[in-house]
């Protein structure tokens, strides 16, 4: 079998969120991230115990890691050239490794990582080989992320789980654009939606978000649609959900309109925070903002069109 090439990327561990986001233009899916800034804390949340690994422990939590994984085809050398370039424009030290791995070793690899998660006031995001965890009376959303890396525990999807959360209301129709693994989508019909479209240009997330569909019993209720939205998706939705990145939702925002109801909130997540002005300024001619939250260097908006 041929051998999958993993790039370790070295930054300072305040620059991690930035690293990652800019690591996910670079291959969508089979990315993780080690942080061991808050390890303590972490486990508490999650585990309630004191008991850490020693090895953890003597970790250096001033550097974090990006692991990033290219198959056989991909040219490790331009995704190197294009990292370093775009970390130097944002200002992030970095020190990039290069290094062979089996596709078994990186498919298993990312999974320690991942903890059940609560998010917003109902949700409890399970990864779906973890059975070691406690509901606590709320609605869990089982998902095995695949290929299309998309766990429901980046700032950037707990802020548009919570702002769906809080104006989504019991029968809406929903459109997820950029659905990834179809966390959104598939919380949104857990919590009441009637309806989810999640609508990608990668096949390989739209698989995925449709067998994330099965595993959580909603599949009769969720279209998983490839291809560009503006040509693939009819009708008009209650809620539009896009967690992407700032160019993205610049550019699709020009068709959203034509998707949403008249009171439709369109909800957009991914913005990194150096580029929130530029993106409200952008779809400031056809939408009004009514919230914004602001958590780690990542904005996530609502909004409806205007009138």
Not at 45 to 64: C, Q, S, T, V
Request: hydrophobic residues 40%; charged residues 30%.
């Amino acid at each position: 079998m041929e051998s999958w090439t993993e790039i370790k990327i070295a930054v300072n561990a305040k620059d991690i969120d930035r690293a990652g986001d800019i690591a996910n233009v670079v291959v969508p899916y089979g990315i993780y991230i080690e942080d061991y800034t808050a390890l303590e804390q972490e486990v508490q949340e999650i585990a309630h115990i004191d008991l850490i690994d020693e090895d953890l422990l003597k970790k250096d939590r001033n550097i974090a890691y990006v692991h990033i994984y290219l198959e056989p085809d991909v040219s490790p050398n331009e995704a190197v050239a294009f990292l370093s370039e775009r970390y130097n424009a944002e200002g992030i030290e970095h020190k990039i490794e290069l290094l062979d791995c089996a596709e078994e070793d990186w498919r298993n690899n990312w999974k320690k990582y991942f903890n059940p998660i609560a998010v917003g006031e109902k949700l409890l995001i399970r990864p779906s080989w973890r059975d070691d965890y406690d509901p606590q009376g709320r609605i869990v959303l089982n998902i095995d992320p695949g290929l299309a890396f998309g766990t429901g525990s980046h700032e950037t999807t707990r802020l548009c789980l919570e702002m769906c959360e809080k104006y989504m209301k019991k029968g809406d129709k929903v459109l997820d654009v950029g659905c990834g693994s179809g966390v959104l989508g598939i919380a949104s019909l857990l919590m009441g939606a009637e309806s989810a479209v999640g609508v990608d240009i990668d096949d390989v997330a739209v698989r995925t978000a449709k067998e994330n569909a099965e595993i959580n019993n909603v599949a009769d209720r969720f279209t998983a649609i490839c291809g560009s939205f503006t040509d693939k998706v009819t009708g008009k939705y209650d809620i539009v959900l896009a967690n992407i990145v700032a160019d993205a939702i610049m550019f699709l925002s020009k068709g959203v309109k034509d998707f949403m109801k008249d009171d439709a909130v369109y909800i957009m997540s991914g913005i990194i925070d150096t580029r929130a002005e530029e993106v409200k300024e952008s779809i400031g001619k056809d939408f009004d903002i009514i919230e914004e939250h602001l958590e780690k260097g990542w904005v996530c908006l609502a909004a409806k069109a205007k009138k």
